[in-house]
């Protein structure tokens, strides 16, 4: 981002994750409490992150793998006779997904619930943040119209 931006930049989808990354905007007065909210973001991000990286490399390996041995199964390849990329029916994928998801459904609870205690974490900091501000502009306001 430019020097002069007092925003949070947010980028193009990352080719693992599929998520798009954010360069968090650091004010030069940021005081404990702002830093502490933006590196809960940015943790949270990272996490998220390398959850969906993970996820996705996984997801995508064991796809492959399954409409290799269903194909293999069936005595075709990989590639038909006009080179094309060989694929399954809706019905034999529903099979894998299926599979996918019930194999991996502990990882997501497990991600799920770290997503909200994360997520209340940035909320409640939010709050602070929003608090405090509110609090400095009052003090601000009241010293300026009654001095």
Partial sequence: PPAHSRNDW?????????????????PP???????????????AQACDQRFWAGHNR?????????????????????????????TLNAEEMADFYKDFLSKNFRKHMQYNRDWYKRNFTITFLMGQVALVRALRWLRWKKKNVGG
């Fill in 58 to 86: 996984a997801f995508s390996q064991e796809k492959e793998e399954f409409i290799f041995s269903r194909l293999k199964a069936k005595g075709l390849e990989m590639r038909d006779e006009t080179g094309q990329k060989a």
């Fill in 10 to 26: 947010i980028g193009p989808p990352d080719k693992h994750s599929n998520l798009r990354p954010v360069i968090f905007y650091v």
């Fill in 29 to 43: 007065e940021e005081s404990a409490l702002e830093r502490r909210l933006r590196e809960a973001r940015q943790e």
